[in-house]
């Protein structure tokens, strides 16, 4: 079936330090991918998605990459500040519906 | 343009009895869809209406169960409750436009406690 797996945190990082968070999925298909991040007290919201290979997502300076011969959709930015400290979601849903499988969650805490 | 909306917030219940949670979805937005999230599993999808039709379903236990009336407005139920229920149920919304890769709208959930 359809998973996805995304590195454990939690991961620490000094303000403007670079950021990568790798995901990974097994899907059959052409799934949608997404992260969904969730700052503490609040819930959950899409930060990004691709929704086909090679199509590259972004917003806030985050950054993913649809790549579908290593099947991976790996989160970046360039330069992380405080209030990027939040858990981070990986995850798809196949073509024809919103059922999302999610990643266990990455916790990404930034100081100054 | 109002978010969308769970009720109630926190909810302690004890082992055998059943709990209703209600979920208001974003105004114009026809499907619902349910998930659990604990610390041991994550987020896990329970179930999806559209059009009060339950359109897809996850790998839980029928006690588990919803509905979703005509104003889109939806309701899960867990009957005989168990102590593994403990858990954020989260409701979230969507257009469904049918073209894959919707942006799914999360309430701030319901935290469950089954003592």
């Known amino acids: 079936g359809n998973s996805v797996t995304q590195m454990e945190g939690p991961v620490t990082l000094s303000e403007e330090a670079f950021l990568t968070i790798n995901c990974t999925y097994t899907?059959?298909?052409?799934?949608?991918l997404f992260w969904y991040v969730q700052y503490p007290g609040e819930g959950l919201q899409l930060l990004l998605k691709a929704t086909k290979a090679d199509d590259k997502g972004s917003n806030k300076g985050f950054e993913a990459t649809y790549r579908k011969e290593t099947t991976s959709f790996h989160l970046e930015k360039g330069s992380v500040q405080v209030s990027d400290s939040a858990v981070y979601f990986c995850?798809?849903?196949?073509?024809?519906?919103?059922?999302?499988?999610f990643g266990k969650g990455t916790t990404l805490s930034v100081s100054s | 343009k109002a978010g969308v909306t769970q009720t109630p917030r926190y909810l302690i219940k004890t082992r055998g009895q059943q709990v209703t949670l209600s979920c208001s979805p974003i105004s114009g937005h026809r499907s619902v869809s349910w998930y659990q999230q604990t610390p041991g599993q994550g987020l896990q999808f329970l179930f999806e209406y559209f059009s009060e039709t339950q359109r897809n379903k996850g790998n839980f236990p029928g006690r588990f169960s919803g509905r979703q009336f005509s104003n889109s407005r939806s309701e899960m139920n867990v009957s005989t409750l168990e102590l593994g229920d403990s858990a954020l149920y989260l409701c979230?919304?969507?257009?469904?436009?049918?073209?894959?890769?919707?942006?799914?709208?999360f309430g701030s959930g319901t935290q469950l406690s089954v003592l």
């Open positions: 979230a919304s969507s257009l469904d436009t049918g073209q894959g890769g919707e942006k799914l709208f």
């Open positions: 995850a798809l849903s196949d073509q024809a519906g919103t059922a999302l499988i």
């Open positions: 899907a059959t298909g052409y799934p949608s």
